[in-house]
């Protein structure tokens, strides 16, 4: 076709899906900060707020969940650092392990929210119940997408017979982290606050 | 590392990566929503003028309409469509999606965009959102029609406007806030780390200042929209009652002020986001056609950072009627005063690229001097919204609609037209028609002045920006004539669009071969011979000069030197 032959694929370096990355997790964050500035003004003019976590099953259920996430960021870490030294069946483990863990967490918070519906604390009961699912339910969102992504950079990382690709590792693990901390942050303005 | 690609149909022009072709896309994208919007914008001047009488035909009035006559809740969909239409289906993919996927690489030196995946999907994402929007006029109760702010209680499932086109519309906007999202951190990305050797911050034209100071805001405040739409969206679908209060709650703890914070938050940064991208083009274009450099190029960009800054913190002057604390609403008004001064600066930064300037009165030019009138008209008149004193009387009535359509909609639309006429020869290979663009210009300016102006003259009489059928109230009866007049010039104005569209797909198909640089522009984008093919450059371009080198006396032969062009010593 054309006589001059161009270079159509964009070689991405690592740094600029990093940087690429970090505005993504800053949208998110803003995400986060308007939803939960929303809560607090709706908890500030609410005449009674009911703490989703006074009922102590609720409590050590987010406790146990906030304990999942941690571990989840540890694993991820190994299976990152068995990406450095190239190998596979490491890698595949850990991060298998970190996605299994993702999963357990989502499991945990659907068996939370099922808890919290059987005592009569529904979306539409109150309007704790409407800001603890909305938050809980973004952030469980995100979480699935995290999974996907995870899932995507097993395989992408792997898929060349003895190599580890450590980039979409590391731009997974960046969202992952990011992840694990807003929970923290959520579960400390949710059930301790 | 070169590769070459045997394309397919799908892959070259539907499903591309490369950024000129999303650029045409969502060019394409764009118009369509823009004749869109326009014609239902001369529906509601219809309706405003001759508020009894059935559409004409050729106003397509019986296709739509049963009898030909809009009801008020026809109405009530028109203004909301035609405002959500324009600023995020129209606009923002013309100035943002067409002129930012098309210029930033090409001017800044670049292969493509950083992410040319996800600037493929950013399009398709936009697309779902059209197809979403559109659906919602399928529904049988019609779409959306809360207004384009959708404030509850309208926009509430209970006690709100009946049927499902609300959350078909707050659905769509979602959709087109993750294209534009996308799209943004492609942008910020790109411009960060894609510069060509050389291409320093303040060598970059303005125009990509422009586009890249409104994808920073985007992707900070469009997820705060996005926040309020996921409320708003959960509201209306499982129940939640975020924005529900007094007499319609069920359940206590709801605020519809809330949405309205939320919204604003988002909504005067948005102002901006559609209007730098026409500030910057206009900054370019001027210094161009004037053989000039820009006056001031750096303070012009470090104005518009100023902005940028300052428009995040003047949300709470649109809701001035809303009882906030009178101390709360100084401090509003002070902040909101405060960016006269940048814009200011930057105007007077335009006028000194005009002042003793070579001007070339070419379609791009005549668009890009249109800007500064409709501009700084908009932007004087905005004095009057941001003080609390009188924005209590004009409130929500035509002055607003005449002021923020002289700011955000003449000043973008006739900034996009000037991109329009000055990048089709790089876009399409191809010129267009210069006299039909000049006349295209006069047929389109007079009338627009026309319409809102007097809008202004409405609203200070006393006309509310939402009414049906004005002619209700006996107050009014006064400016019926000035009604009247409006919708005639209206109707010039839109159908003069008509010129537009010939000359644009006639251009097209027709055109004289454009050459390389027909305007004697010095940006990077011009060094290229036409079709570019994927991938732009064949060697990465060293940039020695900023983006306004012209009339320098250093250059003997002609009155320009292309930034990728050693000064002669």
Redesign the interface.
Known sequence: M?T??????????E???F??ML??L??????F???IV?YS??RI???MWINPGMGSIAFQLGVINTIILMISSWTYYKGQQYAVTGSRRKVRQWLGLTLGLGVVFLLTQLNLWRILIDSGMT??????G?VF??LTG?HGLHIIAAIIALSWAIIRSTRVTGTVEIRPIKLVGLLWHFLDFLWICLFISIFII | MSEHHEQTFWTKYIFSTDHKVIAKQFLWLGLFFLAFGGFQALLIRWQLAYPDQPLPWWLLGTLFYEGGVITPDHYNALFTMHGTIMIFWAITPMLIGAFGNFVIPLQIGAPDMAFPKLNMISFWTMFLASVVLLASYLLPEGTAAGGWTSYPPLSAPVGGIAGEGQTLWTLALTLAGTSTLMGAVNYIITVVRMRAPGMTYFRMPLSVWGLWLTSILNAIFVPIIAAGLILLLLDRTIGTQFFVAGGLATVEGGDPLLYQHVFWIFGHPEVYILILPAWGIVSDLLSVFSRKPAFGARVTAICMCTIVVLSSIVWGHHMYTTGMSPLLGKAFMFLTLLISIPSSIFFLNWLGTLWRGNLHFDPPMLFAMAVLWVFGLGGLTGLYNATVTSDIYLHDTMFVVGHFHYTMAASVLFGGLAAIYFWFPKMFGKKMNPLLGKLHFWISFIPLNYVFFNMMVLGYAGQHRRLYDPNEYEFLAPINDLNISITFFAMVLGFSQLIFAYNFINSMINGEKAEANPWKANTLEWTLEGPIPHGNFATTPTVYNGPHEYSNPAVKDRDWIAQSEPMPT
Do not use: C, E
């Open positions: 054309s001059q032959v161009l270079q159509t694929k964009v070689k991405t370096d740094f600029t899906s940087l690429g505005v993504v800053g949208s998110i964050t803003m995400l900060v308007a939803l929303s003004i709706l003019q609410s005449s979306a539409q009961s109150n309007i704790v409407s699912y909305m973004v």
